[in-house]
């Protein structure tokens, strides 16, 4: 089932399998879904966002996609919180430089800010 017809089978109560959020988060994620459509799946599912079948399939799209990376031992990742709308400064990155500077191997990830002053990418 495509993502729009994801969307008007939750809009009509219908049923949806676990296949069918499968491939609603695989067309998200390949970058084929429009942006109101995500906004509409992502609107639709908050609900059921403590349902396990849900979660594991946004789980699977992101794994299946996901690029290994074979880090150091002792490395840490650093990701900031996000979505505070406080307007806050790009705290985990300051903090990725800190431990780095104290010799234990940083990953760090993140975006561009949404709701705060800088995000990761911003910053870097």
Known sequence: MSLAATIAAFRNNNSVQTSDIDAAFAEIMDGAAAHDDIKHFLTLTMPLMNHAPLIAAGARALRSRMVRVNA???AVDVCGTG??????????????????????PVAKHGNRAMSSKSGAADVL
Do not use: M, Q, R, Y
């Open 83 to 104: 979505g505070d709308g406080g307007h806050t400064l790009n705290i985990s990155t300051a903090v990725a430089f800190v431990v780095a500077g104290c010799g234990v």
């Open 72 to 74: 150091p031992d002792g």
